[in-house]
Antibody, heavy 116, light 107 residues
Framework: QVKLLQSGAALVKPGASVKMSCKAS????????VSWVKQSHGKSLEWIGE????????NFNEKFKGKATLTVDKSTSTAYMELSRLTSEDSAIYYC?????????WGQGVMVTVSS | DIQMTQSPASLSASLGETVTIECRAS??????LAWYQQKPGNSPQLLIY???SLADGVPSRFSGSGSGTQYSLKINSLQSEDVASYFC?????????FGAGTKLELK
């Protein structure tokens, strides 16, 4: 069955960067777009962007250009997102959903806390 | 960006009741709309895609309808396990956008 296993929670200082992972299994990793979605505490969902593992092609929400970098490692079926120049506004849960017909499968989420 | 206006923001209903949640897009999204359920502490789960197609394993008491800019999610015969937040999402245009969510509670 499809699984998306995300890395653990992170506590990072303002101005630093954080890189999180999303390890996929149960399907052909290179065939489908993997997205990243932000959920700030108690709020709705924001689409950050997506990556096509086969080619590395990406699409981004303009709001997150310069903030998020998306990469993949095809050898381990893992997608990565790095967030840079972190501020308190970046404290949130980050999910990696898999787009089939819609966001059919979701990782368990990574809680990122930005605090000094 | 396409704005997704979801209503109501919160909803209180009794067991066995039928509830409806609405979502209006700021432009035509050609039925490229999904509904998700999110329970506290959990990831969102897909309920409906393409406006009216039931995702695998989702109970048949959930249904979606609509076209153009107006869409709705209906839950028939509300069960206790349906207490959750519900979000609509359009995937017709980039950036994909979500509604603000509806928090469903039991009366």
């Amino acid at each position: 069955q499809v699984k998306l296993l995300q890395s653990g929670a992170a506590l990072v200082k303002p101005g630093a960067s954080v890189k999180m992972s999303c390890k996929a299994s149960g399907y052909t990793f290179t065939d489908y777009w993997v997205s990243w979605v932000k959920q700030s505490h108690g709020k709705s969902l924001e689409w950050i962007g997506e990556i096509y593992p086969n080619s590395g092609a990406t699409n981004f929400n303009e709001k997150f250009k310069g903030k998020a970098t998306l990469t993949v490692d095809k050898s381990t079926s893992t997608a990565y997102m790095e967030l840079s120049r972190l501020t308190s506004e970046d404290s949130a849960i980050y999910y990696c959903p898999l787009f089939l017909g819609a966001f059919d499968y979701w990782g368990q989420g990574v809680m990122v806390t930005v605090s000094s | 960006d396409i704005q997704m206006t979801q209503s109501p923001a919160s909803l209180s209903a009794s067991l066995g009741e039928t509830v409806t949640i609405e979502c209006r897009a700021s432009e035509d999204i050609y039925s490229n709309l999904a509904w998700y359920q999110q329970k506290p502490g959990n990831s969102p789960q897909l309920l409906i895609y393409d406006a009216n197609s039931l995702a695998d394993g989702v109970p048949s008491r959930f249904s979606g309808s609509g076209s153009g800019t107006q869409y709705s999610l209906k839950i028939n015969s509300l069960q206790s396990e349906d207490v959750a937040s519900y979000f609509c999402q359009q995937y017709n245009n980039y950036p994909y956008t979500f509604g603000a969510g509806t928090k469903l509670e039991l009366k």
